[in-house]
């Protein structure tokens, strides 16, 4: 009944940009606080960045600078402007967001996650 639909990965050259985009769309009372993650094959998922429904920040120390997060709250839409791409950032990201949703039994609030996009940064 939720969806998190991305977008906007792709191939760069290292010092090339990309911007990706979250869409959630369902049955939701109210999107709290929304984020990105990425993953390499075999290790674990990392936060990159998370925005509060306020608009206050968090960035994971190699993507300061360089990523910047934001969101539409009339379009339930968070965006992760990547610049000066490095190899190393090269992953799947994934988008997540915190939602309630008004169930038969009452609110219900827990994180959902999107199907991740890929990002290849090439030296």
């Known amino acids: 009944q939720v969806q998190l639909v991305e977008s906007g990965g792709g191939l760069v050259q290292a010092g090339g940009s990309l911007r990706l985009s979250c869409a959630v769309s369902g049955n939701i009372f109210y999107v709290n606080a929304m984020g990105w993650y990425r993953q390499d094959p075999g290790k674990q998922r990392d936060l990159v960045a998370s925005i509060t429904s306020g608009g206050s920040t968090n960035y994971e120390d190699s993507v300061k600078g360089r990523f910047t997060i934001s969101r539409d709250n009339a379009k339930n839409t968070v965006y992760l402007q990547m610049n000066s791409l490095k190899p190393e950032d090269t992953a799947v990201y994934y988008c997540?967001?915190?939602?309630?949703?008004?169930?038969?039994?009452?609110?219900?609030?827990?994180?959902?996650w999107g199907q991740g996009t890929q990002v290849t940064v090439s030296s």
């Open positions: 997540n967001a915190r939602i309630t949703t008004d169930q038969r039994t009452g609110l219900m609030t827990r994180d959902y």
